[in-house]
């Protein structure tokens, strides 16, 4: 299995612009969510979802976009990136229990 | 203000020796979860606590979660180069699996 797949690694994005954080899950888990990184902060909750076409926010919504049409993916946009944008970004799921969240390898978002 | 205090930020030890790393919440927690990271990794989870005086062992690494449910503890004993790197605590505070995290501990082993 794939686990928790995520694209692009690597991304520089242009004040203004717009773009899809993709992510991707193999393992049929009802409960996914969106997190970005930043030194001294931890990790933040963006949008999270726990089925197909149920979406919530997190602690840091603005600026970001989310859907879940599928139980498999559940994509990020950014609406018009700023520099506080710049980030990690980790997607990761869970089947609920005890088992905890699966996380993707990240996607590192510079925002100029 | 961080709802899940970690402590120490960082943490410098030398191979084989004990190590703890605290994990506080200002409410009762539903789920208590700690994660391992490399550096410019992703997280990798370790163990999940859930009851009140709960304790957990994964190989060297073993956690314990306070009656209360406020306050976690991760204890790594006889420590190893391969221990090094981020360990974060992760809270579910409502069973939705809305999952906060804390702002993480560097540890670093020398060998």
């Known amino acids: 299995n794939a686990g928790v797949t995520q694209t692009p690694k690597f991304q520089v994005l242009k004040t203004g612009q717009s773009m899809t954080l993709q992510c991707a899950q193999d393992?049929?888990?009802?409960?996914m969510s969106w997190y970005r990184q930043d030194p001294g902060m931890g990790l933040r909750l963006i949008h999270y979802?726990?089925?197909?076409?149920?979406?919530d926010q997190g602690e840091v919504p603005n600026g970001y976009n989310v859907s879940r049409s599928t139980t498999e993916d559940f994509p990020l946009r950014l609406l018009s990136a700023a520099p506080s944008q710049t980030s990690v970004y980790f997607c990761?799921?869970?089947?609920?229990?005890?088992?905890?969240?699966?996380f993707g390898s990240g996607t590192r978002l510079t925002v100029v | 203000s961080q709802e899940l205090e970690q402590s120490p930020q960082s943490l410098i030890v030398q191979e084989g020796k004990n190590l703890t790393i605290n994990c506080t919440s200002s409410?009762?927690?539903?789920?208590l979860y700690w994660y391992k990271q490399k550096y410019g990794e992703g997280l990798i989870f370790l163990m999940m606590?859930?009851?009140?005086?709960e304790e957990k062992s994964h190989e060297k690494i073993t956690a314990k979660l306070d009656e209360k449910k406020q306050q976690s503890s991760l204890h790594i004993t006889a420590s190893q180069p391969s221990h090094a790197g981020i360990y974060l605590c992760?809270?579910?505070?409502?069973?939705?699996?809305?999952?906060?995290f804390g702002t993480g501990t560097r540890l670093k082993v020398l060998a």
């Open positions: 990761a799921s869970s089947p609920g229990g005890r088992d905890g969240y699966t």
């Open positions: 393992m049929n888990h009802e409960y």
């Open positions: 979802s726990v089925g197909a076409g149920i979406t």
């Open positions: 409410k009762t927690l539903y789920g």
């Open positions: 606590l859930q009851k009140g005086g």
């Open positions: 992760g809270a579910d505070r409502s069973g939705t699996y809305k999952y906060i």
